[in-house]
């Protein structure tokens, strides 16, 4: 039974993450994090002991969850002292025997959403990665993710890595785009809000739709004399003229290629 948590972390996903958990009756004993700043801020709302240092982490819970950045794994591993600590980590692109040297039990724990501190997600359905390197374990964090999540899946580290670069294009590179589309507006005096509907549309048709099917605009049919103006549109900004034209021509390569 998991019930006692550590958290190592104390950014978008660990304040989500600690805020599901606890709200679900699970008991967060520690949030650590660089600064007792940022520890202290979690913390306190999940009633739990802030800590800003490795070599005070609690060496009594059932679970440390390791949400940290992909940069900061080594180091945070290379000073806990405990080994027969049971550890996950939440991240999409780092394999599971990253731990294989630290612990004797080991997993991974990936909550495929994008987390924001002060936006508060609803985690009923957010799909939840889990690989573990024995079927008990993996048998307690399909359990300790059923508390909070009704989409649970086992997923290897080589499936999990593709998944974050699928999300990185569907997520990341698309609230870039979102960026882009703000900044030309804002050129013109218009707002960005004009946009929310056809975002939302966008989005909501693909649970009838795959997203090769919902495609449309100039670059399907490559209509030239549009894609034309609206490079000249973009004279001033190169960057984005370039973008438009690398997009464009996927999209036409795409669907002008045989299925």
């Known amino acids: 039974m998991i019930e006692k948590i550590v958290i190592l972390g104390a950014g978008n996903l660990a304040t989500q993450l600690s805020l599901a958990l606890y709200e679900k ?35 009594n819970a059932d679970l440390y969850i390791l949400a940290v950045s992909d940069k900061a794994m080594q180091p945070v591993l290379e000073r806990i002292s405990f080994p027969m600590a ?40 957010i799909p939840i990665c889990i690989e573990a390197n024995k079927d ?19 997923i290897s580290s080589d499936q999990r890595k593709q998944l974050h670069l699928a999300a990185v294009f569907t997520c990341n590179f698309a609230n870039h785009m979102y960026s882009i589309g703000q900044e030309l507006l804002a050129e013109k005096n218009v707002d960005f809000n004009l946009l929310q ?32 103006s609206h490079e000249k549109a973009l004279k001033d900004s190169p960057d984005f003229q370039k973008l438009y034209r690398f997009v464009s021509e996927s999209i036409y390569k795409m669907h002008s290629s045989k299925n």
């Open 25 to 59: 009756g699970l008991e967060i004993v520690q949030i650590y994090s660089r600064t007792m700043e940022s520890a202290s801020e979690l913390a306190c709302k999940v009633n739990a002991e802030a800590s800003n240092s490795l070599q005070n982490i609690k060496a």
């Open 86 to 125: 049971k550890l996950v980590h939440t991240a999409g692109s780092i394999p599971v025997d990253v731990f294989k040297n630290y612990t004797d039990t080991y997993g991974v724990f990936y909550p495929l959403q994008t987390f924001s501190k002060t936006r508060k997600v609803d985690f009923s359905n």
């Open 136 to 154: 008990e374990f993996a048998n307690d964090l399909f359990e300790l993710g059923s508390k909070i999540s009704s989409n649970l899946h086992a």
């Open 197 to 228: 509907p056809l975002i939302k549309e966008t989005a909501e048709k693909l649970t009838e739709l795959d997203p090769k099917s919902a495609q449309t605009g100039p670059a399907v049919r490559f209509d030239e004399e549009i894609m034309n």
